[in-house]
């Protein structure tokens, strides 16, 4: 679960479209040479690829260019997607996995039969990623638990309460379901 889990949260930070081959020219300055990719539920499109050459970023956050990235004055495409390969390691940020029933019930759980009992759970909180908030990295860490272990098996909470991605929040809870 943690590997599978680990791998989608990277393919959805590495996911911008080629939409022009790299060298690509006579395009009109405002072609679109990379588009980010599918929208993250809460949040929009969280691009991940820095522009290059004279290629224009249409929305940057700090040094991060997180929207499309246009041909530029020259008219050729000279940005490739994802070059900045973002790789995320979760090694260091479970706050829980297994608990049994004592432990479960002091950290304020109200389950009687919760997923981290049985070992098919866990919380984790984000790491920090360049042109990403906290709320970001929340939401696409919440698709990445869906795309692996199905819709209502990934939400964040705040002290064993479940809240959306862009409320208050200390952790994901992702769990394995049964079947």
């Known amino acids: 679960m ?3 889990f680990t791998s989608a949260v990277n393919a959805l930070l590495n996911n911008d479209v080629q939409v022009q081959p ?3 020219g006579g395009l009109d300055t405002t072609a679109v040479v990379v ?3 599918p929208d993250i539920p809460l949040r929009g ?3 991940n690829t820095n522009n290059q050459g004279d290629d224009v970023c249409t929305v940057l956050r700090g040094n991060v260019c ?3 990235i246009l041909a530029g004055p020259n008219g050729i495409a000279d940005t490739t997607a994802n070059n900045r390969h973002t790789v995320v390691d979760f090694s260091d940020q479970i706050a829980s996995g297994y608990r049994n029933p004592q432990r479960n019930r002091r950290v304020g759980s109200v389950q009687l039969d919760s997923y981290h ?3 098919r759970a866990l919380d984790i909180t984000p790491v920090n990623v360049p042109g990403k908030t906290t709320i970001d990295m929340y939401c696409l860490m919440v698709q990445a638990g869906k795309n692996t272990e199905g819709g209502v ?8 309460v479940p809240r959306p991605c862009t409320a208050v929040v200390n952790h994901i809870h992702v769990q394995r379901p049964n079947n």
Do not use: C, D, W, Y
Request: net charge positive; glycine share 20%; proline share 4%.
């Open 35 to 37: 588009k980010p990719g």
């Open 66 to 68: 997180i929207g499309a």
């Open 117 to 119: 009992q049985r070992g």
């Open 153 to 160: 098996n990934s939400f964040t909470e705040f002290s064993a």
């Open 45 to 47: 499109a969280l691009g």
């Open 22 to 24: 790299v060298g690509m």
């Open 2 to 4: 943690f590997n599978a």
